[in-house]
């Protein structure tokens, strides 16, 4: 079965700083996508960036970028410029080619310090 | 475009009641899954629905279903309810392009029902 694994429970970045929330998976798949899922106070999980296994290229968004590491299960967030609506849990994700379900981590929770 | 909606926002229940939850997805989403939320257990799968019928299903007590209607409007009942099934329960959908299975098919979630069981 897969798994994923958030090994930092939280986090803390000053405001404009950079952050980097670290995620590692397991797989005997060799197609399969990975998502970072941000949860606000809100509740509503809002998708923050995608990263198809097969690109060797890491994905980028705005501020947003990540550090895919195919033979070392490695996917990790990189936040640049950190702003204070960025305070949330952020959760790693998998799912493998041809499912739709989910395989999330346990979370990290994001904290901005003004 | 409206978003995924869930009702009821809240609820609480006690031990042994019975307790419906519904999902409307975003329009002309055809799949709808279910997830439970829980600080032990984190983001757990429950369900996923696609035309009406249920193509997968997570590791849950038989406590827990769930049905599609023909407009993609989904519902997940949970019966005999035990203390441990509180939780935020989220659904989400996602759109039925010929990238279905694809990267390109996201999951938009909705902001969830939460269940208090007393």
């Known amino acids: 079965a897969q798994t994923v694994t958030q090994s930092q429970p939280e986090m803390s970045v000053q405001e404009a700083e950079t952050v980097t929330l670290s995620c590692t998976y397991d797989t005997s798949e060799s197609d399969y996508y990975l998502f970072w899922y941000k949860q606000p106070p809100s509740r509503q999980m809002i998708l923050v960036i995608r990263q198809e296994a097969y690109k060797q290229q890491n994905a980028t968004e705005n501020r947003f970028s990540v550090n895919f590491q195919k033979a070392a299960k490695s996917f990790s967030l990189k936040i640049s410029d950190s702003q204070l609506g960025d305070a949330a849990m952020y959760f790693c994700a998998y799912r493998k080619q041809g499912a739709q379900k989910l395989v999330f981590g346990q979370g990290t929770r994001l904290t901005i310090n003004p | 475009k409206a978003g995924v909606t869930q009702t009821p926002r809240y609820l609480i229940k006690t031990r042994g009641q019975q307790v419906t939850l519904s999902c409307s997805p975003i329009s002309g989403h055809r799949s709808v899954s279910w997830y439970q939320q829980t600080p032990g257990q984190g983001l757990q799968f429950l369900f996923e629905?696609?035309?009406?019928?249920?193509?997968n299903k997570g590791n849950f007590p038989g406590r827990f279903s769930g049905r599609q209607f023909s407009n993609s409007r989904s519902e997940m009942n949970v019966s005999t309810l035990e203390l441990g099934d509180s939780a935020l329960y989220l659904c989400?959908?996602?759109?039925?392009?010929?990238?279905?299975?694809?990267?390109?098919?996201?999951?938009?979630f909705g902001a969830g029902s939460r269940l208090t069981v007393l």
């Open positions: 629905y696609f035309s009406e019928t249920q193509r």
């Open positions: 989400a959908s996602s759109p039925s392009t010929r990238e279905f299975y694809s990267g390109a098919n996201v999951l938009t």
